[in-house]
């Protein structure tokens, strides 16, 4: 019983400082909410200049590792073939 009682008086003396404002936590969600939001406009922005940069590189012929695609002519496929380098 005095476990209890002890209980019930330290709920009904509890600083009310420690329970959170509710407008307060309200307020920062909604700053955290905005914080988010910009920084996914950031991000959305940041993805799409870096796809329009990869396109330009596959155009150009550059391909992922940046090494250049070169055309190989007849005559250099022939001689992997004969030398068994396919």
Do not use: C, F, H, W
């Amino acid at each position: 019983m005095k476990m209890t009682e002890n209980l019930r008086n330290n709920v009904e003396n509890e600083d009310e400082s420690i329970v959170p404002n509710n407008d307060d936590v309200v307020t920062r969600a909604n700053e955290a909410a905005a914080r988010l939001e910009a920084a996914n406009k950031v991000m959305a922005e940041s993805i799409k200049r870096m796809e329009a940069l990869r396109v330009q590189e596959t155009l150009g012929g550059k391909t992922s590792v940046n090494v250049e695609k070169k055309e190989e002519s007849p005559e250099d496929y022939a001689k992997k073939v004969l030398n068994g380098d396919l």
